[in-house]
């Protein structure tokens, strides 16, 4: 996934970082420039807000140190590609004492289908919506004998991840 072409780019320099969507704290900012960060619109429970995406290495090297996101409830975090551009998605909480939840997989969908979710993001570069459900999207089904497919076809389970 590339920050500057969308949400959803799959090339396979990309398909295997993790990366965090997230809002600021009330009065910060990145600049639209900002390398490494991309600006998104969202909506999560019910509030409509400016949110980011950037890699996980970014979110932890620079964006949780700053101080910026220090009030927010939760981050979602996005795994590696499983397949067409879909990725494993997992709230994680400022709180290390909440259990990270998983939310299913982060998959485009219409304007009116991201209406009717509690949360969506959306990529204004590429006029396209974004939500977490816990069904598998057809395009995920996997091919017989897909061993690789398989192994990557789980929700993340923050063993590896700490915020």
Known sequence: MTINNGIHASSSATGGETFVIFALDH?????????????????????????????????????????????????????????NSVRPATLFFNNANVAPVNLGYFQSVSQEEAERQDGW??????????????????????????????????PLDGANLSV
Do not use: M
Request: net charge neutral; proline share 5%; glycine share 8%.
């Open 27 to 83: 009065g910060h900012e990145y600049p639209a420039s900002y390398v490494g960060i991309k600006k998104l619109t969202g909506s999560y429970k019910g509030e409509t807000e400016t949110s980011y995406i950037c890699s996980w290495d970014t979110f932890t090297e620079q964006v949780k140190p700053s101080g910026k996101v220090d009030n927010q409830e939760s981050f979602l975090v996005l795994g590696p590609t499983v397949r």
């Open 121 to 154: 993001s959306y990529d204004a570069t590429q006029g396209q919506y974004y939500v977490c459900l816990h069904n598998a999207p057809e395009r995920l089904i996997p091919r017989r004998n897909d061993v690789a497919f398989a192994s990557r076809y789980q």
